[in-house]
């Protein structure tokens, strides 16, 4: 948003400037820890989908303020290239590719993460059908990399989108964690069909040693754990898993926290003061352009 176009985003957009988060995502993750405290005692952490970083600024700005866990190591990693942030280690990559798997576990050398979690959002193609499968995919990719990362008891949160399908995701997730909680932060838009799935307790099957393969499909990888499939038997019977709702809870103090669709109130004296963004975008799809039409190049097709 230009300096001299009217600012009307909501509250928590303001605050996320005025605060020094990259994106008003923060609140979020922030507003999910004050319910189910997801930071306590973690001490590798793993920020799937993770540009421009505001997840990681509160993960980083949380664990190291203990003392006792200086040696704690958080990866951040996505498609888009990210400015550092102090104690994260940034990783450039595509959360579905299995070298991406080796590389976090190099980072953690050979150790398993406490929290692992993932705000993805694929760029939308316009074709509904089509956003909802590939946003399916992407959670799907982020919980099959946490199996294979994360440790016993571990924590998982994902962003969802409450759609179609979702209760067969609850009853697959109800498989792999103690506890599955669908939660609403306040700072996420009541508008929106966004969620995030908390899931408390990870629980490896037993007998199961799950491993990336480029040649399995994400839902090839679920099934060779027998999740969310019916098992056909001899005597042609079915054992259906039976589809879960996962228990709803809206987090955030309700009471006094912003409501994230209102927009910010004019300044009393009718001025609004223009912040500069926290981080300048690495990589704007508008960068190239700029380029060319600064060097005369840019050519208008019509
Ligand atoms: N949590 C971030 C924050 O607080 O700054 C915001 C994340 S943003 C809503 C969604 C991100 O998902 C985008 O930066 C996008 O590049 C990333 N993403 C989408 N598909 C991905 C993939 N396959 N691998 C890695 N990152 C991906």
């Not at 005025?18 to 952490?45: D, H, I, M, T, Y």
């Not at 070298?99 to 509904?128: M, N, Q, R, Y």
């Not at 990870?202 to 060779?224: C, D, V």
Request: charged share 30%; hydrophobic share 35%.
């Amino acid at each position: 948003m230009g300096k001299s176009s009217k600012d009307k985003r909501d509250l928590y957009y303001r605050k996320a400037k005025e605060e020094g988060w990259r994106a008003r995502s923060a609140f979020k993750l922030l507003q999910l820890n004050e319910q189910f405290e997801l930071f306590k005692g973690v001490k590798r952490v793993v920020d799937l989908c993770a540009a421009p970083g505001s997840w990681s600024q509160v993960l980083s700005r949380e664990i190291f303020k203990d003392e006792n866990n200086s040696d704690a190591k958080i990866v951040a990693v996505d498609l888009q290239p990210m400015s550092p942030i102090d104690h994260v280690t940034t990783l450039q990559a595509d959360i579905t590719h299995p070298k991406t798997l080796e590389k976090i576990l190099d980072i953690f050398e050979g150790g398993k993460a406490d929290f692992v979690c993932s705000d993805g959002a694929p760029d939308v193609t316009g074709l509904h059908d089509l956003d909802e499968y590939i946003q399916a995919q992407l959670i799907l990719s982020a919980l099959q990399l946490a199996t294979c990362v994360l440790k016993e008891g571990g924590a998982f949160v994902a962003k969802i989108f409450r759609g179609r399908d979702i209760d067969l995701l609850y009853s697959q997730l109800g498989l792999l964690f103690d506890k599955v909680i669908c939660a609403k932060p306040r700072s996420s838009r009541g508008t929106s069909l966004e969620s995030f799935i908390v899931c408390l307790g990870y629980k490896p099957r037993a007998g199961w040693n799950p491993k990336l393969n480029p040649n399995l499909s994400t839902e090839e990888f679920f099934q060779e754990m027998k999740i969310g499939r019916p098992e056909l038997h001899d005597d042609l019977s079915f054992d259906a898993e039976e589809r879960k709702v996962a228990p709803f809870i809206a987090c955030g103090d309700l009471a006094t926290s912003y409501d994230s669709d209102a927009t910010y109130t004019l300044e009393k004296d009718l001025q609004r003061t223009s912040l500069d963004p926290v981080q300048m975008p690495t990589a704007p799809p508008y960068k190239k352009a700029l380029e060319l039409k600064r060097k005369g190049e840019l050519k208008i097709i019509k």
